[in-house]
């Protein structure tokens, strides 16, 4: 089954200064990568999200690239601001059409100092 | 309306209790999903319900047994639960093609006592 890995587990940034987020995956079939953010007492809320024909996406401050052949893919977020604080977690889809098995990374809780 | 609900919010049981948490989604999703999330970890896949059938229950004890009345609807019934089942327990639906968004419900915190 997919396994997937992400680094760092804790990240602090000043307000203003980027933040990268990696994440690696095992299964070559996989084919679709989203990005939650997870603030404290609330649901996962989808950032961004890559399908695996495409290298990279970019959404305002927010970008996600994906490396197949390495089997890995990564967060920026650029400009950072307080609330962006938050737990983020990667996630790998075993998918089928019995519906998708999502495989979450463990997480990176991100804390953007003022 | 592009949400799921979740009832409810809070749920506090002892072991001997049976109780049902609820999921409610008006998207036209046929995949529904339930999760369990411990503090400071990731989602973690319970039950995966396509067209209203169990598709895939990744070795769930049977003390969580969940249930599909409809395209819309999905339960977790919950019996004899231990206290290391106190989490938060979320549903999430989406489109059944595999690249497509997972939309999460609020969850329920469950504390078993």
């Known amino acids: 089954g997919e396994n997937v890995e992400q680094h760092p587990s804790t990240l602090s940034v000043q307000e203003g200064d980027s933040a990268v987020i990696k994440c690696t995956y095992s299964?070559?079939?996989?084919?679709?990568f989203p990005w939650y953010k997870q603030e404290l007492g609330k649901r996962p809320q989808l950032i961004i999200d890559?399908?695996?024909?495409?290298g990279e996406k970019k959404d305002q401050r927010i970008a996600v690239t994906l490396n197949k052949t390495a089997k890995h893919f990564s967060l920026h977020i650029t400009e950072t601001q307080p609330e962006d604080s938050a737990v983020y977690f990667c996630?790998?889809?075993?998918?089928?059409?019995?519906?998708?098995?999502?495989?979450f990374g463990p997480g990176t809780r991100l804390s953007v100092l003022p | 309306d592009t949400e799921v609900t979740q009832t409810p919010k809070h749920l506090v049981m002892g072991m001997t209790n049976k109780k049902s948490l609820k999921c409610e989604q008006h998207?036209?999703?046929?995949?529904m999903y339930w999760y369990k999330q411990k503090a400071k970890k990731p989602p973690e896949l319970m039950f995966v319900y396509s067209y209203e059938k169990l598709s895939i229950n990744e070795s769930v004890p049977s003390r969580f047994s969940p249930e599909c009345p409809n395209s819309s609807l999905l339960n977790l019934h919950l019996h004899a639960l231990q206290p290391e089942d106190s989490a938060l327990y979320l549903c999430a639906s989406s489109q059944l093609a595999s690249d497509n968004e997972q939309f999460f419900g609020p969850g329920t915190r469950l504390t078993v006592l």
């Open positions: 996630a790998a889809i075993e998918g089928n059409n019995y519906g998708q098995n999502f495989v």
């Open positions: 998207m036209g999703h046929r995949a």
């Open positions: 299964d070559s079939a996989s084919n679709y």
């Open positions: 890559i399908r695996s024909n495409v």
